[in-house]
């Protein structure tokens, strides 16, 4: 089976910086996605990692260590408005996403 | 205009009925996804298809059937619904571009089954 695991919420300050993990465990590897997703709303795309190292985008970095089963979303100089979940979600082949089950991210002033 | 357009955006239900609901895309993708959200559990996948002809069950198939109509057309049925079929519904949509395919989601369909 597919297991992929990530804090169920974090709490973090309006301007600070905050690290999601996600670690996984699945069948095969191509490709680790982290979506952005408000209450209510659709997930959105924030960033994909199918090599190790760190992908930087805006406030937004992503980093993978394939052989540790390991990812972390990093968002920077945090906003009220990035209050929501994230979603990590590997592609353990080119068919299927398999998500995490969601960190929801408090920001307060 | 939204991308992955999904009908109806809320359905209440009563146990046994058949429901269906309905996903669009202009996008121009082949490949059309339905998961379904619930607390705590994040989006599982139901079914998805590759193109027209291709029909594939996801984690959590049981219960459900999907219908391919066109390339932009893709809808989920409940034959007959159950209370824990209650959840948040997502249709999605990718495109191969290499490696870096990705989903696009509907707004979803909150349904309830009573």
Redesign the interface.
Known sequence: GQN?DQP?EMTATEGAIVQINCTYQTSGF??L?W?QQHA??????LS?N?LDGLEEKGRFSSFLSRSKGYSYLLLKELQMKDSASY?C?V?PN?????????TKLNVKP | DADVTQTPRNRITKTGKRIMLECSQTKGHDRM?W?RQDP??????IY?S?DVKDI?K?EISDGYSVSRQAQAKFSLSLESAIPNQTALY?CATSD?QG??????????TQLSVL
């Open positions: 992929i169920t191509n490709g996605f979506y209510g709303e659709a997930p959105t795309f994909y199918v979603l979600a592609r080119f068919n299927k996403f398999y998500f995490g089950s969601g | 996804y998961y705590g559990l994040g989006l599982r996948l998805y590759f594939n996801g997502f191969r490696g870096r395919e990705k989903l696009f989601f509907g707004s979803g």
